[in-house]
């Protein structure tokens, strides 16, 4: 059987040679069998037809504007997917942007992403890949991981972990406690224990805030997703060509960890693995373009007081977004988007 590794290579090559490219064309897209995605949005050094480079006029100060690659993430993404191939004998999900972040970053809000019409058809094609991939990965495996592998000029030596401050893996949080973010058996303690030089350490410190997660993570993890999402910014010492086997063997093993500590039932137990909010009593539908609320009394048994639409962030497909006011009786109010699907 063709390894993923090698497959993507051909994929890579194939995309290089040809010329013309579509916007579908500059994403490649891996599907796996394991609840795992391995993400590299910033490794490309494709072109975009037809599209110049991104000046950054306007940009604010944060999020920052930045169009240097990072450089061996794209080959680390795909290392570390053959290597959990090598090693389960299964494929994790892949998905990698092979156009350079000049004229496109895809770890953005659509607002600060692109500055022409070539560029958004490519980062709506690779946010609909993502997308897709998430979901399918909750609806065959109710849980997930995700690594977005990045690369950082800061320190050659380190791995910094970013997860909005524990925010974008509150599954794992929830169903295991701070200690599965924290602790020597989680993602980062474990590869601390291989030798990887890990920020923050002692791993409970706060995140360094340029590296705490960007956009993808944010938008595929915490409450709405039922998905781990780590950033990974990785110094150069982890990502030259002649050492990016090694760093990928080592994360495939945390990777087999990590899946039998946190994205398994526990024997024995009835514990949820999916710790999504579920709405209860909403009647919603999309008429005209419009969301029309024929009633909603409450969500996760909480009575709500207001709906709103919340159609200014991408909707996931067959979802329809709403931030809804809810009574909450231990804090008194609270304000929250939540997805349901659509009628
Ligand atoms: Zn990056």
Known sequence: MASVCGFLNIVLALL????EKQPDDLVVLQRGNIPVIIVAPHGGNLPIPNCPPRKGEGHPERPRFVTAQDVGTRELASAIAEAIYQRLKEKPYLVILAAHRKYVDVNRPPEFAFECEPAQKVYDAFHRALEDTCQEVEQRFSCGLLLDIHGQGLNPEVVYRGTAHGKTVERLRKLYGEEALTG????FGMLKARGFKVYPDPLGNPEWPGYS?????????GERWAIDAYQMEFGMKYRRKEVRTETAAKIAEVV???????LQRPPGTSEPLLH?????????QRTHGKICH???QSFSGVAVLKV??????????????LHVH???TKRGYAERDVSIPQE
């Open 16 to 19: 290089a040679l040809t010329g």
């Open 184 to 187: 020597e058996k989680s993602l």
């Open 213 to 221: 997660g960007g956009y993808i993570v944010r938008r595929f993890g």
């Open 256 to 262: 087999e960890h990590y899946m039998k500590l946190y």
């Open 276 to 284: 999504r909010a579920k709405p209860q009593g909403i009647i919603a």
């Open 294 to 296: 024929k009633g909603l």
């Open 308 to 321: 709103s639409s919340a159609d200014d962030s991408p909707p996931r497909a067959g979802f329809t977004r």
């Open 326 to 328: 809810q009574q909450n």
